[in-house]
């Protein structure tokens, strides 16, 4: 496996493969992997000849006051991964190869990108998708995958694909679970034993909010009141939101009549826990 740190390297890398009529897969990370992009990164080797995974913290996704300097990171561990997994490069470009100064071009996935995640965490997304659009031009992949896990990233993501005609074909595969249902995200590592205790409360909103559709004749509020319910009970938690949303608008659904995307996002202690689940009726 080759670590690839310069943006004209990896796109040298990646003109070579298409001119031999390789097909890149690219899987987008931030570092500090776990079994959920080993996942994404084994899915990604079936569909591809050439696998490239990123591993960058993106300072543009943060706001001040969250958890950039202190976001997990495992460059090492990182790589000796790739290496079981047989990724073919590792592209952790320097920041500032990645944002020379002074830039004034920016990706905005209007509306999609203000509600939710993106109204607790303003310009969040904007820095996800300017990011994003960086990476695709310089990895330049067939097929990019994303989790689950991040639903509206995905949402957003895929709509600024379609709207900007990037010529990637978009691959969103399921959360990936701990044992105790909690979705594998790189921020578990902060939860003390107490939170982690009281974040199992998550995935058992979601099988609520599930059972209550499975039963038949539900609102979207009794829905919701049903998944609000396990997580209320934990004094460690604090919802920002849960809301059963269309999944490609992203905005609440007045009737449950085809499927919906229940979304969550809970504070606990410094740590915010995202998850969601579809339900059908
Ligand atoms: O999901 C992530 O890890 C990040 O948001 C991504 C897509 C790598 C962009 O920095």
Redesign the pocket.
Known sequence: MEIVRRVHSMKEIADRARGRGLRIGFV???GSLHEGHLTLIRKTDELADVVVV?S?V?PA?FGPGEDFERYPRDPTGDADLCVAEGVDYLFAPDPENLYPPGPRTFVEVEGLSARLEGASRPGHFRG?TT??SKLLQVVRPHVVT?GAK?AQ?AIVVKRMVVDLMFDVEVLVLPTVRDDDGLALSSRNRYLSPEQRTAAQAIPRALEAARQRVTEGGATPEEVVAAARAPIEAQELLQIDYLELVDGETLEPVETLDGEALLVLAVDCGETRLLDNTTVRP
Do not use: G, H, K, L
Request: proline share 8%; aromatic share 16%.
């Open positions: 987008p990370t931030m990123s960058f993106n996704q996800v990011i994003v994303f991040d990233q």
